[in-house]
């Protein structure tokens, strides 16, 4: 085992460890921030070295302890643990430290808003920061919508990860179209014909039946644009009479799910996709066996790559929306963030090693820390030419995975552009965050978890997804959506849809 290989399955296991021997929350809630304590700016004591570990989720390989590991270490003076979880298991992980109570010394939470982020909270789990990031320059730019969207009971317990509001593309073999001589699809008929002739007229030309159209994933993950092609709405839909009804069981759901269900029966949908995680997915896409994909404009890059690893020839390319029976279409809006940087209460202690923390991210939310995530270290994986530009030792820097070892990034609405792509890889999602940005559906109760939501969400959210599965393998009849719809309700969700609406009435702007 190389030295990289065994640093890495050390942190691993440590964090198991740790996750699986502490002892379960039990504190009382309290405000664990208060108005005497010392902000960010408060210059901390940089001559004293400290340990500061982090997890996160991580996409792709391990950052390897090089020359920007020491950059990191040299620049806090710290020694530095990033506990990186791949992110099929990372949600899972995060929770299970929690409720251990042996939590890293700071931590991204990726589920927001959520029952367990707010039970965690009132319990006492995470340090209120309000006071510690005030005077944070580049944590406090991010927009004020986005902190609104973050508070809980006024306070601020989390960083959030900032995100473009709109992230969402069609992705389609395009080179599979032209083998089969169709056209872009522009509506979601056009769509169903062209993920059946993906799955029974050969695009690939190799005289194998061994392509389908649609890469979909657990709970019908990866078809978001079809949803809001037949306007479901985005979490809740206004309807005509002004009052909010959940997405779950809307008129449009039911129309998508019959769609959906009739290219399951062509075979245009994988007959596995109830058990495929994310990973899995993008795997049928690169081994050249799925022809379409919904999904973030970030992954764009790497199925180009990938792809084309296996078939040369292969041409992706992403698509403008289609529309619906009734002309509609989107993508939806989201909250602003993915997930939030928390701080264990206890730490409150140590609030030596808060300002460490919260400097660290600080900077990784800054020009330089956004140079350093996306470039690496200049004269180390980059040069600047004399105009300007950079030269970038792509395979360097892919290698030693510099980008993971932070998590964190600055407010950026081209963010999720991938630096290391090609420059027509870089323009075309540019071009499609561009595209993207009035396209968005609007949840109009986003920040908002309702009681009934904390206690029985999870309960509606499986009977949910277990109706929409069984329906589209046909295990159930689209008949009885009407049923479902009425069990859906009588199990809280009448109670959750009042809960909503009046909230809405008394905030709606």
């Known amino acids: 085992m190389n030295n990289n290989r065994k640093f890495k399955t050390v942190l691993y296991l440590s964090m198991v460890v740790a996750i699986l021997g502490g002892s379960a929350i039990g504190c009382a809630k309290k405000d664990t921030a208060s108005s005497d304590q010392p902000s960010s700016t408060a210059k901390a004591d940089s001559s004293k070295h400290i340990k500061i570990s982090s997890m996160f989720p991580l996409y792709g390989d391990p950052a390897q302890k090089t020359e920007g590991w020491k950059f990191i270490e040299d620049k806090f003076n710290i020694d530095y643990e990033p506990l990186a979880i791949p992110n099929n298991s990372s949600d899972e992980k995060e929770k299970l430290a929690v409720a251990s109570g042996d939590m890293a010394d700071f931590m991204v939470w990726e589920s927001f808003p959520s029952a367990d982020f707010y039970n965690y909270t009132e319990q006492g789990a995470f340090l209120a920061l309000d006071d510690y990031i005030k005077n944070s320059p580049n944590i406090m730019k991010l927009p004020k919508t986005v902190w609104d969207n973050v508070k ?5 317990y989390g960083i959030p990860r900032p995100r473009p509001l709109t992230t969402t593309a069609i992705m389609v073999r395009k080179d599979w179209l032209d083998n089969l001589g169709l056209p872009v699809p522009k509506t979601t008929d056009d769509l169903f014909k062209t993920a ?4 029974k007229n050969d695009p690939d030309k190799n005289g194998k039946a061994d392509t389908f159209g649609f890469a979909v994933g657990e ?11 037949f306007d479901t709405g985005n979490g809740w839909r206004v309807m005509e009479d002004g009052t909010l009804m959940n997405s779950t069981i809307t008129p449009g759901r039911k129309q998508a ?10 075979g245009a949908i994988d007959k596995d996709f109830a058990v495929l995680k994310t990973t899995q997915v993008w795997d049928k896409i690169n081994n050249g066996n799925a022809g379409i994909y919904i999904g973030n404009i970030s992954d764009y890059a790497h199925f180009v790559e990938d792809t084309t690893k296996i078939n040369p020839n292969a041409k992706f390319e992403m698509i403008p929306l289609v529309t619906g029976p009734t002309g509609k279409s989107g993508v939806n809006e989201q909250i602003g963030f993915y997930g939030l940087q928390v701080i264990p209460a206890k730490l409150e202690k140590d609030p030596e090693k808060v300002k460490r923390i919260i400097s660290f991210l600080d900077w990784q939310m800054s020009d330089e820390g956004a140079m350093f995530k996306d470039y690496g270290l200049e004269g180390v994986h980059y040069t600047k030419n004399a105009d300007g530009t950079l030269k970038v030792n792509t395979d360097k820097l892919k290698a030693e995975a510099i980008g993971n070892l932070i998590s964190q990034n600055k407010f950026d609405p081209y963010l999720n552009v991938s ?3 090609e420059p ?4 075309k999602q540019h071009d499609m965050f561009d595209y993207d940005a009035d396209k968005g559906v609007t949840n109009p109760v986003i920040s908002y978890l309702a009681p009934t939501q904390i206690e029985k969400g999870a309960d509606l959210a499986k009977l949910r997804d277990e109706f929409f599965v069984n329906v589209v393998m046909g295990k159930r009849k689209i008949e009885d959506f009407d049923k479902f719809a009425n069990e859906w309700l009588d199990n809280g969700g009448r109670q959750l849809t009042k809960e909503v609406n009046d909230w809405y009435k008394a905030n709606k702007k």
Do not use: P, R
């Open 257 to 266: 799910l019959t769609f959906i269900s009739d290219l399951y029966k062509e």
């Open 424 to 427: 027509e890889v870089q323009k």
């Open 219 to 229: 709970n019908l993950a990866f078809l978001e644009t079809v949803w809001n092609a």
């Open 152 to 156: 809980i009971n006024g306070k601020i």
């Open 419 to 421: 630096k290391t792509a």
């Open 196 to 199: 059946v002739a993906f799955t």
